[in-house]
Antibody, heavy 121, light 108 residues
Framework: QEQLVESGGGVVQPGGSLRLSCVAS????????MHWVRQAPGKGLEWVSF????????YYGDSVKGRFTISRDNSKNTLYLQMNTLRPEDTAVYYC??????????????WGQGTMVTVSS | MVMMQSPATLSVSLGERATLSCRAS???????LAWYQQKPGQAPRLLIY???TRATGVPARFSGSGSGTDFTLTISSLQSEDFAVYYC??????????FGQGTRLEIK
């Protein structure tokens, strides 16, 4: 069964840092590019970041560029999102998501359950 | 690219047809448009990709169509489990992927 499980969310003060993890199982993680997507409370979905299967290419949304860093460890089947200089507007549920195709330029067919990040003093 | 969904809320009776719209701020040069369903407290679920291809396990009552700037998700005969929020997503401008703001489908 293909599955993604996020962890690492919590409450952090503005300006603080947090690292999210996403563990994959049931598919060949090292073959797929992976995404992070977030959803603020009561709001819609916002794409955050993408990393190629071999970490060669990384992309970020404008709202997080320069503050967030995506990475992965294929030996551990794990995707990461390092979030620095957090702002209240970063408060959201963060999902990791896998695209349909290994190239990554596709819709997202596997999603984790999400991990909540709250930025508040 | 901004994706605009309408209406924000749609009230439809069980067994009736629902038509949800998604308009792109610029024309998609490919068919890279997807639809997702999200229920409260759950992750989104992929319904339709490449404008009109149903994802694995998605019932045939869900269908997608469109091209250019105008896309539609149609649910032919609403079941109780279909009441949820629906999002369109363009991945034509990959990696600058964008979602619509969502349409809430509620029981009339």
């Amino acid at each position: 069964q293909e599955q993604l499980v996020e962890s690492g969310g919590g409450v952090v003060q503005p300006g603080g840092s947090l690292r999210l993890s996403c563990v994959a199982s049931g598919f060949t993680f090292r073959s797929y590019g992976m995404h992070w997507v977030r959803q603020a409370p009561g709001k819609g979905l916002e794409w955050v970041s993408f990393i190629r299967y071999d970490s060669y290419n990384k992309y970020y949304g404008d709202s997080v560029k320069g503050r967030f860093t995506i990475s992965r460890d294929n030996s551990k089947n794990t995707l990461y999102l390092q979030m620095n200089t957090l702002r209240p507007e970063d408060t959201a549920v963060y999902y990791c998501a896998r695209p349909l195709s290994i190239g990554g330029q596709d819709a997202f067919d596997i999603w984790g359950q999400g991990t909540m990040v709250t930025v508040s003093s | 690219m901004v994706m605009m969904q309408s209406p924000a809320t749609l009230s439809v009776s069980l067994g009736e047809r629902a038509t949800l719209s998604c308009r792109a701020s610029q024309s998609l040069t490919t068919n890279k448009l997807a639809w997702y369903q999200q229920k409260p407290g759950q992750a989104p679920r992929l319904l339709i990709y490449a404008t009109s291809t149903r994802a694995t396990g998605v019932p045939a009552r869900f269908s997608g169509s469109g091209s250019g700037t105008d896309f539609t998700l149609t649910i032919s005969s609403l079941q109780s489990e279909d009441f949820a929020v629906y999002y369109c997503q363009q991945y034509n401008n990959w990696p600058r992927i964008t979602f619509g703001q969502g349409t809430r489908l509620e029981i009339k």
